[in-house]
């Protein structure tokens, strides 16, 4: 493959097509014969003809590609092909195929190749980027016009050095108005290429030169949203210790939000905005960090489940109303009818408490403990345990339990959470069965089938339970 091959193929694949001559059908379209009217190029060949055929009815138009039959080359077959390419860094550009090239190497998964060719476009763009913001700072509070009421004459397929050169020569003819439009038309691709190449830096590890980049979008476009974000994001990760760094963070995710109020990122731009500014009133990142670390201890300090802590001993959760600590048969009744409610403070601990592997363990040993109170008939305090554990691990182990303990301490709310024991997860009832009969009570745990059976035959039938009763 030539170079102005791969470049072009790199052009086509990395960006639209711009440049097909008028009325050409667009590239990927069904390949129909166009109507009548349309009419091809002189020298075109005709829709479906072969390779052959085409040659026999005229030559190409000059600089048409050879037409092999073959399908274009892929991105990676292309990319392969272009690193094969002995010095094609260094050769000489236009903005549009080194554009095109920093784009391809960027969307395919390699930022740090792409930067060099976004460099040679940007290149193409300084002199445009010098002519506005000098034109720009002659307009003073004057707004920019955009380029159609500026007469710039640009299209979608002008060149952006064909652009530069009639800024150019609007600001020699003294139009400092219709420069300013023109030149701000020209640069627009030239901002595109470089805030992805502050992506492609932030990809890379180089967070400086991403910042510096964004920086440099921002000079001629305040508002665009990939710089807003993208800079306030870098300094909110990297800056945390300066103030000064935080606040221009905060401002920057506020104007993004001013700015851009339907972008799918306001949601992550709004929460950022919050934790910015909380780490600007507590002194700096590692400040706001140690605070909200101390208040997730005080929240896992009202969570303490283990025998004794406030939650077991004395907590809303303890079990303090119920009937005292005599033993009573699976199906006995009696006792207190007030269940234990859980305060607000409690509810936004449990909701906002970090689930490390340390509590994980500690739910699965209350649990346990909760069943071997079970299996000795001591209702009460089983209650106080599974009580405990619902809001954290409401699982159909932990619905069961509590669901078995309400059965034997008769309270009003048993059937209704039996039910939904049941009928959410009747295996796990049915397994609890088998953990009081491995903790010695037998008793408990036919009493425990008979009702589950009863409750869901279809379960029932299935899961032999019949058998296990004749045990």
């Not at 037409?67 to 549009?96: H, I, V, Y």
């Not at 640009?154 to 652009?163: D, G, K």
């Not at 150019?168 to 595109?192: N, S």
Request: hydrophobic share 40%; aromatic share 4%.
């Amino acid at each position: 493959m030539t170079l102005s091959l791969a470049l072009t193929a790199a052009a086509l694949l990395a960006a639209e097509p711009t440049n097909l001559p008028a009325g050409h059908p667009p590239l990927g379209s069904d390949p129909q014969r166009p109507a009548a009217s349309q009419g091809l190029p002189e020298g075109h060949p005709t829709f479906g003809s072969s390779p052959s055929g085409a040659a026999a009815t005229g030559a190409m138009p000059e600089g048409h590609p050879p037409m092999t039959g073959r399908a274009p080359p892929s991105a990676a077959e292309l990319l392969q092909q272009l690193d094969s390419m002995q010095g094609l860094r260094e050769r000489e550009k236009t903005f549009e195929i080194a554009s095109s090239l920093g784009k391809l190497y960027y969307t395919n998964g390699r930022a740090a190749d792409s930067i060099p060719y976004f460099l040679q476009a940007e290149e193409k763009g300084k002199a445009v980027r010098e002519l506005f913001l000098v034109q720009r700072k002659k307009l003073g509070q004057a707004a920019v016009r955009s380029p159609t009421e500026a007469k710039c004459g640009f299209s979608s397929a002008t060149p952006v050095e064909e652009m530069v050169a009639v800024a150019a020569e609007r600001a020699k003819k003294g139009d400092t108005a219709g420069a300013a439009a023109c030149a701000r038309a020209a640069l627009e691709p030239v901002l595109d290429v470089e805030s992805m190449r502050a992506n492609a830096h932030f990809l890379s590890g180089d967070a400086a030169g991403a910042l510096k980049t964004y920086e440099r979008v921002l000079e001629v476009e305040p508002t665009s949203a990939d710089a807003l974000f993208g800079r306030s994001a870098l300094l909110y990760e990297t800056k945390g210790e300066s103030l000064d760094s935080l606040r221009t963070a905060y401002a920057g995710f506020e104007a993004f939000l001013a700015a851009h109020p339907d972008s799918p990122r306001v949601a992550l731009a709004r929460k950022l905005a919050r934790m910015t500014d909380e780490a600007v009133k507590a002194g700096g990142m590692a400040k706001w960090q140690a605070t909200r670390a101390e208040d997730r201890r005080i929240r896992a300090s009202k969570l303490d489940l283990t025998p004794g802590g406030p939650m077991m001993a004395q907590g809303p959760m303890a079990g303090g109303g119920l009937r005292g600590g005599g033993a009573a048969g699976p199906m006995a009744g009696g006792g207190d009818t007030a269940a234990p409610t859980i305060s607000q403070e409690t509810v936004q601990a449990m909701q906002n408490v970090e689930r490390t592997p340390e509590l994980e363990a500690q739910l699965t040993q209350t649990v346990e403990q909760g069943e071997e109170l079970l299996a000795k008939g001591r209702y009460d305090e089983a209650l106080a345990a599974y009580r405990q554990v619902m809001p954290l691990r409401p699982d159909g182990r932990v619905k069961a339990g509590l669901a078995w303990t309400l059965v034997g301490l008769g309270k009003p709310t048993a059937d209704r959470v039996w039910g939904v024991a049941v009928g959410s997860d009747p295996a796990a009832v049915d397994q609890l069965g088998e953990t009081l009969k491995a903790k010695g009570d037998m008793k408990g745990a036919k009493a425990l089938w008979t009702k589950l059976a009863a409750s869901a035959p279809d379960y029932a039938s299935q899961a032999s339970l019949r058998a296990k009763l004749s045990q």
